[in-house]
């Protein structure tokens, strides 16, 4: 089946360092993968995603890499700020499955100035 | 252009009594999921409805249940409360039903079970 697994948290990075979150997951059919990231008090939004193999998605100067032969999207950022403290969270949807999207547990990440 | 919205933002009840949530898209959005929110489980697929056909759902017990109509608004019950349905309810939404589009989410509601 259908499955994603995040790093869990909580994270603590002083502003200004590199973050990495990793994710991996298991499809069945071709997946689409996402990032998406919860503020205190909010609904999820969609911060990156790919679609297929090798595509880059990027947004906000965070970026993951959709890698088919290790089943990884690791989100990465060169370089924090406070304003990216927030929950992270990996997901997949499968077409074969329509929108059911599945989700990782969420890493939490705290940046301090 | 207005986000999701979701009614109400918080509900306290007892255990054994019954809610109901509600959900409006965005306009134009015919896809509308629901998930469940818990610090241990994280996001749990509740059900998704597509023009008032609810086409997955999850493994959750027949307590819970869901509608759309045919404006796409879509509320969803949980009959006979138990203290494990405390959680944050999403609801999100999306312009087709085929994964490829990304899911706009709404604040949620924050169900406490007593």
């Known amino acids: 089946g259908n499955s994603v697994t995040q790093m869990e948290g909580p994270v603590t990075l002083s502003e200004e360092a590199f973050l990495t979150i990793n994710c991996t997951y298991t499809?069945?059919?071709?997946?689409?993968l996402f990032w998406y990231v919860q503020y205190p008090g909010e609904g999820l939004q969609l911060l990156l995603k790919?679609?297929?193999?090798?595509d880059k998605g990027s947004n906000k100067g965070f970026e993951a890499t959709y890698r088919k032969e290790t089943t990884s999207f690791h989100l990465e950022k060169g370089s924090v700020q406070v304003s990216d403290s927030a929950v992270y969270f990996c997901?997949?949807?499968?077409?074969?499955?329509?929108?059911?999207?599945?989700f990782g547990t969420g890493t939490s990440l705290t940046v301090i100035p | 252009k207005a986000g999701v919205t979701q009614t109400p933002r918080y509900l306290i009840k007892t255990r054994g009594q019954q809610v109901t949530l509600s959900c409006s898209p965005i306009?134009?959005?015919?896809?509308v999921s629901w998930y469940q929110q818990t610090p241990g489980q994280g996001l749990q697929f509740l059900f998704e409805?597509?023009?008032?056909?609810?086409?997955n759902k999850g493994n959750f017990p027949g307590r819970f249940s869901g509608r759309q109509f045919s404006n796409s608004r879509s509320e969803m019950n949980v009959s006979t409360l138990e203290l494990g349905d405390s959680a944050l309810y999403l609801c999100?939404?999306?312009?087709?039903?085929?994964?490829?589009?990304?899911?706009?989410f709404g604040s949620g509601t924050q169900l406490s079970v007593l």
């Open positions: 999100a939404s999306s312009l087709e039903d085929r994964g490829r589009e990304k899911l706009f």
């Open positions: 499809a069945t059919g071709y997946p689409s």
């Open positions: 790919a679609t297929k193999a090798d």
């Open positions: 997901a997949l949807s499968d077409v074969n499955t329509g929108n059911q999207f599945y």
């Open positions: 306009s134009g959005h015919r896809s």
């Open positions: 409805y597509f023009s008032e056909t609810q086409r």
